[in-house]
Antibody, heavy 118, light 108 residues
Framework: EVQLVESGGGLIQPGGSLRLSCAAS????????MNWVRQAPGKGLEWVSY????????YYADSVKGRFTISRDNAKNSLYLQMDSLRDEDTAVYYC???????????WGQGTLVTVSS | DIQMTQSPSILSAFVGDRVTITCRAS??????LAWYQQKPGKAPKLLIY???SLESGVPSRFSGSGSGTEFTLTISSLQPDDFATYYC??????????FGQGTKVEIK
């Protein structure tokens, strides 16, 4: 069974840093591109970042470019999102999601809540 | 960036109704469109990819159509489990990828 489990969320002050992790199981992580998608409270979905299976291609949404860094460790079956210079508007549930083909997202984790507030 | 506009934002319907949700792209995205269902407090679930391909395990009452800039998600006979919020997502190469604002399907 494919499982994605996010961790690392919490309450952080504006300007702070946080590192999210996504533990993958039930499939070979090294064969898939992966994504982070977020959802602010009561709002819609926003794609955040994408990384190819071996990390050779990386994309970011303009809203996080230069502040967030996506990475992966296929040997540890893990995906990461390093979030620096956090802002109030980064408050959201962050989901990791597997790409089906290019970028349809066929499996999602349960999400981890990041709250940026002083 | 490619903008995705869904209509309606809220849809009230009875169990058994045929329901259609529309998603329009600000420029052509060929068939690079997916549809998701999300229930409160849960992660989204992929229903349709490449505009009309049904994801494995998804009931056949769900169908997708369209290409270019106009797309539709149809539920042929609405079931109690289908009351949720639905999102479209475009993934034409890298643009970046964007979601529609969502359509909430409510019980009438």
């Amino acid at each position: 069974e494919v499982q994605l489990v996010e961790s690392g969320g919490g309450l952080i002050q504006p300007g702070g840093s946080l590192r999210l992790s996504c533990a993958a199981s039930g499939f070979t992580l090294s064969s898939y591109s992966m994504n982070w998608v977020r959802q602010a409270p009561g709002k819609g979905l926003e794609w955040v970042s994408y990384i190819t299976s071996v990390g050779s291609i990386i994309y970011y949404a303009d809203s996080v470019k230069g502040r967030f860094t996506i990475s992966r460790d296929n040997a540890k079956n893990s995906l990461y999102l390093q979030m620096d210079s956090l802002r109030d508007e980064d408050t959201a549930v962050y989901y990791c999601a597997r790409s089906k083909g290019v970028a349809a997202l066929d499996y999602w984790g349960q999400g981890t809540l990041v709250t940026v507030s002083s | 960036d490619i903008q995705m506009t869904q209509s309606p934002s809220i849809l009230s319907a009875f169990v058994g109704d045929r329901v259609t949700i529309t998603c329009r792209a600000s420029q052509s995205i060929s068939i690079w469109l997916a549809w998701y269902q999300q229930k409160p407090g849960k992660a989204p679930k992929l229903l349709i990819y490449k505009a009309s391909s049904l994801e494995s395990g998804v009931p056949s009452r769900f169908s997708g159509s369209g290409s270019g800039t106009e797309f539709t998600l149809t539920i042929s006979s609405l079931q109690p489990d289908d009351f949720a919020t639905y999102y479209c997502q475009q993934y034409k190469s890298y643009s970046p990828w964007t979601f529609g604002q969502g359509t909430k399907v409510e019980i009438k």
